[in-house]
């Protein structure tokens, strides 16, 4: 009876075996793919012939990272489609890219050479111990020739002399090949980074009268693809409109490569929560902390090294957490990302390493990420393209860069505005392996007409900084991230572009000026004690000098505050400006003015601030 049931038990698994592969595998082509700030949609095409009846079609070789409930398929044609469905496949692993294959072939070659080197030092270790074995001492032997005992001696000294100096050589070629063969190493880790021995197939189960040939559309969401904005800023002086080049650096590690499609990028996240948040009641009551402490982190540098070994890890995004401002690790792991206010948290991420998360409460965070399988990952930078295609002009110089078979270059780009977000559609195709590695493309360059004007605030630094004031930037589509500035064709640093503003003008900083001298020193700091009824005095008086040294004159702003009281036993009284206008509210004191070449011009600052004698009130 039992040796029945286990005849029927395999039976009816060979059964659902042969069922299951009883389906028509199909070879689908990525054609289109539509990039979000994370995640992306995918679309494939397939031309598919269907039977008579109830088939099932089974589409091979898509990535392990899609969401199965972002899955859709379309077909036209006079048949029904029953149902659809996605499974992993670990039995059909992915091909091996060649490039692998390449470089073990190469890495076994270092081997064999660093195996003969090794065997060369045994060769000449083995006559260096002969030689020493072989050592005739003076006094053992006293019929020994003086003569002959000298030129044993010499021969030994010389060959001795001869063997380590063949063994040093050695020893740097095999360190030479063992450097060689770390490199090789790490290129095929991270060429195998995030590659993945499953596949996943969809399976469409389809009903028809008749046989039909149709073409299907599939589209899925794959989470492991993202983009986040850069730019370049250029002013050639202070009377030129100011060059933005609005860039997009596009990654994805899906498991499936993107040849030759149509790429469009997306200012969507679909990982953000749809929902309209709700507010919740406010409650006050005694004893709560208020605290209006303005953040003045504006940058946050640091280095990125792996948890296991200590070393630089080269390519990981940093982010801040809610928008779209990012940057990566250069080679020696350091970075350096400018932040807004408000406190946000940076978030550390890279294929192969555990993501990270840190609140910024310092202007330096250095971090250990925590590995996983994986390795190092590169940043590969695509230029764009000079010259003219179809009709169409670039006006900046750019080249074609091409890494792996995949191309790099500077596309056009058409701007679509949606309902909820903006879409900027590459007309040419393009290629994004699945590596990890984020390409730049180029969505825009614009001419923006500026308003130039200097600031300082001397109170915080006396650096000034030149800003350029945009006008009816809104157009452009622009996404907060950082911006490499230019000025007068030399790299002055970087500075962030933050559009989270609901002003018609957005104010960009172009970096400090060095040929303008600021200087602020206390003129008279006096704390009177004598009885003024109960009361006591300070006074404050702060001079501020401006010096222009540059060979053009200047429209500089100058900020500077006066304290504001928020107790009525505490009264400021502001006894000299300088003609400067004061925000009775804030306490803020502005200077607009024009300053020639050479030329220097002096502010004061003064006031007095009373308040009871028994109280204290620090006063800066």
């Known amino acids: 009876m039992i040796k029945k049931l286990a005849i029927v038990i395999c039976v009816i698994f060979s059964a659902l075996v042969l069922k299951a592969e009883d389906g028509k595998k199909i070879d689908s082509k990525v054609q289109k793919v539509l990039v979000f700030l994370n995640g992306a949609q995918v679309t494939r095409t397939a031309s598919v012939t269907i039977g008579r009846g109830t088939s099932t079609l089974i589409f091979t070789n898509i990535s392990p990272d899609i969401d199965p409930q972002s899955i859709q398929v379309r077909a036209n044609g006079a048949f029904t489609i029953l149902s659809v469905k996605n499974e992993l496949d670990f039995i059909n692993e992915q091909t091996k890219q060649k490039q692998v294959e390449e470089l073990l072939q190469h890495q076994e070659a270092i081997n064999n050479k660093i195996a003969t080197q090794n065997s060369l030092i045994s060769v000449y270790t083995e006559e260096q111990n002969m030689l020493i074995k072989n050592q005739v001492v003076s006094g053992q032997n006293t019929n020994l020739d003086v003569l002959k005992l000298k030129q ?6 010389e060959r001795l002399i001869a063997l380590k100096q063949k063994q040093q050589v050695i020893r740097n070629q095999i360190s030479a090949l063992e450097d060689e063969l770390g490199k090789y190493n790490r290129q095929i880790a991270d060429v195998r980074k995030g590659s993945s021995t499953a596949t996943n197939n969809i399976i469409v189960t389809v009903s028809a009268k008749a046989e039909l040939q149709t073409e299907f559309t599939i589209n899925y969401v794959v989470k492991n693809a993202n983009w986040f904005p850069t730019y370049d800023i250029r002013a050639k002086n202070i009377n030129s409109p100011i060059s933005i080049a609005y860039k997009a650096n596009v990654s994805q590690n899906s498991g499936e490569d993107w040849k030759n499609i149509k790429l469009t990028l997306s200012t969507g ?14 409650y006050l009551n005694f004893g709560m902390l208020y605290s209006n402490q303005a953040d003045k982190i504006t940058r946050v540098t640091g280095r990125v090294i792996g948890e296991d070994d200590n070393s630089p890890i080269q390519g990981v995004t940093i982010k801040v957490k809610g928008t779209s401002i990012a940057t990566q690790t250069r080679s020696n792991g350091e970075y350096s990302i400018e932040v807004p206010a408000g406190n946000p ?23 250990a990420l925590k590995p996983t399988n994986n390795q190092l990952a590169e940043v590969v930078v695509a230029k764009g393209l000079s010259g003219k295609i179809s009709g169409l002009s670039i006006s900046s110089p750019y080249t074609v860069t091409e890494l792996n078979g995949y191309q790099n270059i500077s596309l056009f780009v ?15 195709p393009y290629s994004i392996p699945s590596d990890g590695k984020p390409y730049t493309v180029e969505i825009n360059q614009v001419d923006v007409d500026a308003l130039y004007q200097y600031a300082v605030a001397p109170k915080l630094s006396t650096d000034v900084f030149l800003t350029a004031k945009l006008i009816d930037w809104n157009k452009y589509n622009f996404l907060s991230g950082e911006a490499s500035l230019f000025f007068e064709g030399t790299f002055i640093g970087k500075s962030l572009l933050n559009v989270n503003a609901t002003a018609d003008t957005l104010n960009i900083s172009l ?8 200087t602020r020193t206390s003129l008279k700091e006096l704390k009177t004690k004598h009885s003024i009824g109960s009361n006591k005095k300070e006074i404050r008086d702060w001079q501020i000098e401006i010096k222009n040294r540059k060979n053009q004159q200047i429209n500089l702003l100058v900020e500077d505050q006066v304290p504001v009281s928020q107790n009525t036993s505490i009264e400021v009284e502001n006894q000299e400006l300088s ?12 200077w607009e003015f024009v300053l020639k070449p050479q030329e220097s011009k002096k502010l004061e600052l003064k006031y007095q601030v009373k308040y009871p004698k028994g109280e204290s009130v620090i006063v800066q």
Not at 152 to 157: R, S, V
Not at 579 to 590: E, R
């Open 579 to 590: 003609g400067g206008k004061l925000d009775a509210n804030t306490g803020k004191v502005t």
């Open 152 to 157: 044993a001696l010499d021969f030994q000294t």
């Open 269 to 282: 996240n679909p990982t953000v929560s749809g929902s309209k948040p709700e507010l919740n009641p406010y």
């Open 414 to 428: 058409n701007q679509v505005e949606n309902q909820t977000n903006v879409e900027f559609d590459i007309e040419n």
């Open 345 to 367: 948290t940076l978030v550390y991420s890279l294929i192969g390493y555990v993501t990270a998360e840190r609140a910024i409460s310092s202007s330096v965070i250095n971090v």
């Open 511 to 518: 970096g400090a000026d060095k040929n303008i001298i600021v």
